[in-house]
């Protein structure tokens, strides 16, 4: 049964749509872009109805700055319509970028992110998600994986298969740790590549990419799921991609150095 849902999926993906990312992965993209550019301005908008943003203007102009450098060096295939930039009072460690040029950032990062760089390491990665296509990539799998499972859920049931439920409980348990989690992981990691070329040509350190994480691993106390169960690498595989490709981040870092006016975004005040 796991063979003929392997091959149900395998059908599928021979009708879909391929692409290339910008680090050269082949990819399914099975949705129209500009139907998820509009998903994602609105969930932008209700995002900005249901929380609350932040009225700091030293806050908006620090985050604004640095993005404002990221997207200046950002190729303008992925540029599209002029992109939002909002900061979110909110607790939460994270920040995320959404089709339609859409840019979000909780003020709980700007604790853990100590500085410019290591805040353009993270919004240089949620930019990466973007220019990747992640979202309509995690959207297409999915959907070719439901469509595996109900193709063989029909053959099962007509054959009376033995144990049919239980062999289709395990199997969507098996997509799920097998195909999607790790799946997931591929496009953080790829991300971080992204990111990290950004944050390099934009002028600022790549090296503070890895304090970032080192960071964000002390913020979690250590309490993180296995990487197994995990749609995110653990901090130390992450550290581990970034340093591997540090010698090229660092040669791009120092070629922007040496035509001078970096980055100088200050800092976010008082959170």
Not at 5 to 13: D, G, M, P, R, S
Not at 103 to 123: F, P, S, W
Request: with cysteine.
């Amino acid at each position: 049964m796991r063979k003929f849902f392997l091959t149900a999926i395998v059908a599928v993906l021979i009708l879909a749509a391929c692409a290339q990312s910008p680090t050269g992965r082949r990819q399914i993209m099975l949705f129209n872009e500009s139907q998820l550019s509009g998903m994602g301005a609105q969930t932008f908008e209700a995002m900005k109805e249901e929380l609350t943003i932040s009225d700091n203007r030293q806050t908006q102009r620090y985050v604004q700055c640095i993005a404002d450098a990221l997207l200046k060096v950002t190729p303008e295939q992925y540029m599209g319509n002029e992109w939002e930039v909002v900061v979110f009072a909110d607790d939460q460690v994270n920040a995320f970028a959404l089709p339609g040029g859409k840019i979000g950032v909780y003020t709980g990062l700007l604790k853990v992110a100590e500085n410019q760089h290591q805040l353009a390491a993270v919004m240089g990665h949620e930019i990466g998600h973007v220019m990747a296509g992640h979202a309509n990539e995690r959207l297409s799998r999915s959907q070719l994986v439901q469509t595996g499972l109900v193709l063989t859920d029909a053959a099962t049931r007509a054959a009376n298969v033995r144990f049919q439920q239980e062999m289709m409980a395990g199997l969507g348990l098996g997509s799920q740790v097998g195909l999607l989690l790790p799946f997931s992981r591929e496009h953080e990691t790829e991300a971080d590549i992204i990111g990290l070329d950004l944050m390099a040509q934009a002028g600022f350190n790549p090296e503070q990419a890895v304090d970032l994480w080192r960071n964000m691993a002390a913020a979690s106390g250590g309490q993180r799921s296995p990487e197994l169960l995990s749609s995110h690498p653990v901090p130390e595989n992450r550290i581990r991609n970034l340093q591997q490709r540090m010698p090229q981040a660092l040669a791009t870092y120092q070629q922007r150095r040496a035509q001078g006016n970096l980055p100088n975004c200050g800092s976010p005040g008082p959170l």
